[in-house]
T-cell receptor, first 115, second 113 residues
Framework: GAVVSQHPSWVICKSGTSVKIECRSLDFQATTMFWYRQFPKQSLMLMATSNEGSKATYEQGVEKDKFLINHASLTLSTLTVTSAHPEDSSFYIC???????????FGPGTRLTVL | GDSVTQMEGPVTLSEEAFLTINCTYTATGYPSLFWYVQYPGEGLQLLLKATKADDKGSNKGFEATYRKETTSFHLEKGSVQVSDSAVYFCALSMNTGFQKLVFGTGTRLLVSP
């Protein structure tokens, strides 16, 4: 149990376009979902935390208007990278939890390459 | 700010060898500490955790002890298997809800038959 999926697993897009990444909790209801970014040989950096039905809370230095997060249901959160540029190329990972004190369950990640 | 430092990999071992992956942390208070494992093509999975000093977390033959005096949480296993080949992440959380995790850079373990 407690499986989290991400779609797509990889995506290549042109500079200036927008890309949407989906994160789904397949067998549980996720009150809270998290989005992380990972650069090569670096740790996962938390970008934002979202609670179902509420606006996401972004970490310092993360542009809200560039990384749009929607958590419209208890099983789905989306991250949209708007007007993507090559520096946005990265590995994006989501996680989901049932609530405070619960373990975070991670998705397998999405590799974004912006040309 | 809070941070986690782990040894660089890859760590290459033969089957049945003893494993240690070092992890130290810097935090303003007393964090909860975690080890996550990522198998190829899969998401990170919680391996074990410890929430206070001197606690020992253990799972699947792995164990780690929360050492406040050395700010460390080293991962150990007495006899590794080929199936343990994965990337291991050490992490901390400063709040009781485990909501915000701060990760180390990950250590790749390669176990050969």
């Amino acid at each position: 149990g407690a499986v989290v999926s991400q779609h797509p697993s990889w995506v290549i897009c042109k500079s200036g376009t927008s890309v949407k990444i989906e994160c789904r909790s397949l067998d549980f209801q996720a009150t809270t979902m998290f989005w992380y970014r990972q650069f090569p040989k670096q740790s996962l950096m938390l970008m934002a935390t979202s609670n179902e039905g509420s606006k996401a809370t972004y970490e310092q230095g993360v542009e809200k208007d560039k990384f749009l997060i929607n958590h419209a249901s208890l099983t789905l959160s989306t991250l949209t990278v708007t007007s993507a540029h090559p520096e946005d190329s990265s590995f994006y990972i989501c996680s989901a939890s049932r609530g405070l004190g619960d373990t975070q369950y991670f998705g397998p990640g999405t590799r974004l390459t912006v040309l | 700010g809070d941070s986690v430092t782990q040894m660089e990999g890859p760590v290459t071992l033969s089957e049945e060898a003893f494993l240690t992956i070092n992890c130290t942390y810097t935090a303003t208070g007393y964090p909860s500490l975690f080890w996550y494992v990522q198998y190829p093509g899969e998401g990170l999975q919680l391996l074990l955790k410890a929430t206070k000093a001197d606690d020992k977390g253990s799972n699947k033959g792995f164990e780690a002890t929360y050492r406040k005096e050395t700010t460390s949480f080293h991962l150990e296993k007495g006899s590794v298997q080929v199936s343990d080949s994965a990337v291991y992440f050490c992490a901390l959380s400063m709040n009781t809800g485990f909501q915000k995790l701060v990760f180390g850079t990950g250590t790749r373990l390669l176990v050969s038959p």
